[in-house]
């Protein structure tokens, strides 16, 4: 893995706690769990930097699912998590020879959208 990909997961993991900490003070902490939650869910990536190929399919994950959220959740404000998204996907990409295959990045924004619908059904 290169210093290139690090340093863009790290400014993802930068903008989320930033995010949380604009919501958070835009919301006089209401509801505060949400988007620090968020943001302990952008630091998955760093957790796997031992293991190149784990650590860019988490990155593409985690980067899709804050681009959902920021989308979805853009009525509670949580189009702050935008940047983070961004950076995350950049992460996933940077490096020509750790890029995820067309397939794996076709694939893992199916899922994770299939997998949200699923949970949102079986919680009705």
């Known amino acids: 893995m290169s210093g290139r990909q690090r340093g863009w997961a790290v400014a993802g993991v930068v ?5 949380a900490s604009l919501w958070t003070v835009m919301m006089r902490g209401i509801l505060f769990e949400i988007p620090w939650a968020t ?3 952008a630091v998955v990536p760093l957790l796997t930097v031992d293991r190149p190929r784990i ?3 988490a990155c593409l994950a985690v980067g899709s699912g804050l681009l ?3 989308a979805i959740g853009a009525v509670l404000l949580m189009f702050v998590f935008l940047p983070a998204a961004l950076f995350l996907l950049f992460a996933a990409l940077a490096e020509p020879g750790n890029r995820p295959g067309p397939g794996v990045s076709a694939a893992v924004p199916i899922l994770l959208a299939v997998g949200l619908y699923v949970a949102l059904v079986a919680c009705q």
């Open 68 to 70: 959902a959220w920021s």
């Open 39 to 41: 943001a302990a869910v």
């Open 15 to 19: 903008a989320a706690v930033a995010g």
């Open 55 to 57: 650590f860019t399919r």
